[in-house]
């Protein structure tokens, strides 16, 4: 099990920045792959972001690239998501999510991921 907490959210203004974390417990926490997805009303959970088990491989949606940056602390066992010039749409509960894996293939199917987070709401105003 790799119980995992999300934070950071909150409602900022759009061109603001937000940096969302999850913290995750267990030893192997640098086994795991990482991602952050995204759920707004009425929609389906979308990929944004993941990182490799050792950092050196990450991907991003086409929505968020240039503005979002995954990374990871294996060390803290905590990964964060650096969310600039953030718009509307952007909207959404955030989970972080993981997969066990020594891999530098990264999925970006739900489906893939073993274990979630509970959310945190991200609310950009126009």
């Known amino acids: 099990q790799v119980p995992l907490v999300e934070s950071g959210g909150g409602l900022v203004q759009a061109g603001g920045s937000l940096r969302l974390s999850c913290a995750a417990s267990g030893r192997t926490f640098s086994g795991y792959t990482m991602g952050w997805f995204r759920q707004a009303p009425g929609t389906e959970r979308e990929f944004v972001a993941a990182i490799n088990w050792n950092g050196r491989s990450t991907h991003y949606a086409d929505s968020v690239k240039g503005r979002f940056t995954i990374s990871r602390d294996n060390a803290r066992n905590t990964m964060y998501l650096q969310m600039n010039t953030l718009k509307p749409e952007d909207t959404a509960v955030y989970y972080c999510?993981?997969?066990?894996?020594?891999?530098?293939?990264?999925?970006?199917?739900?489906?893939?991921?073993?274990?979630w987070g509970q959310g945190t709401q991200v609310t950009v105003s126009s």
């Open positions: 999510a993981a997969y066990l894996s020594g891999s530098t293939v990264v999925l970006r199917t739900p489906v893939a991921y073993e274990y």
